[in-house]
T-cell receptor, first 111, second 110 residues
Framework: DTEVTQTPKHLVMGMTNKKSLKCEQHMGHRAMYWYKQKAKKPPELMFVYSYEKLSINESVPSRFSPECPNSSLLNLHLHALQPEDSALYLC??????????FGPGTRLTVT | SQQGEEDPQALSIQEGENATMNCSYKTSINNLQWYRQNSGRGLVHLILIRSNEREKHSGRLRVTLDTSKKSSSLLITASRAADTASYFCATRQGAQKLVFGQGTRLTINP
């Protein structure tokens, strides 16, 4: 199984809502990533988890809160987002840090 | 800051033609990767070339790497409509951070 799954596919939320994005992989990869991608731009790294511990936080605002409950799951908790946070959120996993496997993404719209 | 810069930003060719896109980077690397992204979807890893390699092939893909010029190129031969996508080069910064170039949007016209 070389698939990374993400739910939901689409999410619309108000600025006062709390929601969560979920990511799952069963490839035994110990590194998992969250990226944010705006239209016509490359993905930008947000967080890296290595062996279920947060190893990189790219100065992401605290309204984004990552969580890695186990080696297969990665969550991104969202609270009090701004309209400029609307983007495609991509999850990825990797064995070595090089070849990364990406999920299909969650298209987030903040109203 | 972005490590890679790609050109062209957009490329439109006829089906069956070859497509070439280029990537330049700023710092020394251990390897360089290319990814494809279909519209609004996740990225797919295409190929990785190590710093001691000059050329690598995978099916209709050919990647070159010139570390003296800090540049790489991706050639797609005999293009197909299904090759329509954005293509990104990527390099590693540190142990875990992957940094992507700005990307080339490729359109294959039937």
């Amino acid at each position: 199984d070389t698939e990374v799954t993400q739910t939901p596919k689409h999410l619309v939320m108000g600025m006062t809502n709390k929601k969560s994005l979920k990511c799952e992989q069963h490839m035994g990869h110990r590194a998992m990533y969250w990226y944010k991608q705006k239209a016509k731009k490359p993905p930008e790294l947000m967080f890296v988890y290595s062996y279920e511990k947060l190893s990189i936080n790219e100065s992401v605002p605290s309204r984004f809160s990552p969580e890695c409950p186990n080696s297969s799951l990665l969550n991104l908790h969202l609270h009090a987002l701004q309209p400029e946070d609307s983007a495609l959120y991509l999850c990825a996993s990797s064995r070595t840090g090089d070849e990364q496997y990406f999920g299909p993404g969650t298209r987030l719209t903040v109203t | 800051s972005q490590q890679g810069e790609e050109d062209p930003q957009a490329l439109s060719i006829q089906e069956g033609e070859n497509a070439t896109m280029n990537c330049s980077y700023k710092t020394s690397i251990n390897n360089l990767q290319w990814y494809r992204q279909n519209s609004g979807r996740g990225l797919v890893h295409l190929i990785l070339i190590r710093s001691n390699e000059r050329e690598k092939h995978s099916g209709r893909l050919r990647v070159t790497l010139d570390t003296s010029k800090k540049s790489s190129s991706l050639l797609i031969t005999a293009s197909r409509a299904a090759d329509t996508a954005s293509y990104f080069c990527a390099t590693r910064q540190g142990a875990q951070k992957l940094v992507f170039g700005q990307g080339t949007r490729l359109t294959i016209n039937p």
